[in-house]
């Protein structure tokens, strides 16, 4: 029996592939690459020294995924397919809705056709708007989005519960993330984002790197300790073994849908990162302060109670690891491009 990972070679999916792989489970890929690089499935190789199944289709197309599930038995779905980035979501609504709220309603369609009723969604804390109380708890009401990625993420959680409302054999889990960061300590894989950054720590680290003049920082006049916006930040192999967690979850509990806040509990400004960046590093980041940005909240960190309680899971690196292992893909990211065949 094999986990089927949706956008396996992305960002959070890479992770997770490789938490995957270490707790012994068989998997198989699908990707498109569509805002991620071949190259990662041999660094995943390198870094589990496993191997697994990959099959370069677009999830939106049926017939491809019918076919993947004709080829393997699978027993679980996770899925890390998706758009993510914010600005571009205002841009190109249709696309967004499209890609991510159909290509998941496909998904379930064909899991439901193979009777595979095991799957992970990857949400985000983005589906609270602007938060009723800090910390976050899951039963905090979710909608207010403002933005199309984050209204797909909270369409998709309403599908999610119909679907459950509709056939209760199913088991689901959606997991809502923090501010995922970081990269594996290998320095193999890690975030890639195209073109300019919109997040903050990729934007920090092309600072650093002397690819960008400056960080725009977002408004320092917002209700929190030092002005500035606070955020959960979470390392992503934290955030890839909450994954783990929660398929063992399902594994072994009865049939449910369930929803995680996956955070550290911790809040922290952007100045806190923008100086332990540099303290760990030992790299300068200028910056500016500019305007609040549109959509932008004050603070947002979560109460991680319910998954530590329920999944027996909980964040073990701090903002220094983050920061370190964010710099350390980026200068071996750098040298593999000197060097191609190292
Ligand atoms: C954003 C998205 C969220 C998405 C998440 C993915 C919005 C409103 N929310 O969250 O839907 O799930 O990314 O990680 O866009 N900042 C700067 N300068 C920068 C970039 C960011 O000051 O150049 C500040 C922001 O104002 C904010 C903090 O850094 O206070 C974090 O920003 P970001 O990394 O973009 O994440 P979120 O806005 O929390």
Redesign the pocket.
Known sequence: MSILVTGGTGYIGSHTVVELLNAGKDIVIIDNFSNSKREVLDQIKQITKKDFKFYEINYLDREDLKNVFEENKIEAVLNFAGY?A??ESVEKPIEYYMNNVSGALVLLDVMREYKVKKFIFSS???VYGDPQTIPITEECTIGG???P??TS?LYIEQILQDLYKSDNSWDIAILR?????GAHESGLIGEEPNGI????????SQVAEGRLKE?????ND?STPDG????DYIHVVDLAKGHIKALEKLDKESKGIYTYNLGTGKGY??LD?VKTFERVTNKKVP?KI?P???????T?YADPQKAKQELNWQTEKGIEEMCEDTWKFIVKNKDNKKHPNN
């Open positions: 993510k914010v600005g985000s804390a983005t989005t403002t933005n990625y984050g993420k993330y923090f501010n995922p960061v950054p919109n997040n903050l720590m990729p934007y920090i960080l725009s920082v977002f408004g917002y500035t916006g606070v955020r400004s952007v990162m910056y500019m609040r940005r549109a959509g932008d909240i004050a947002s």
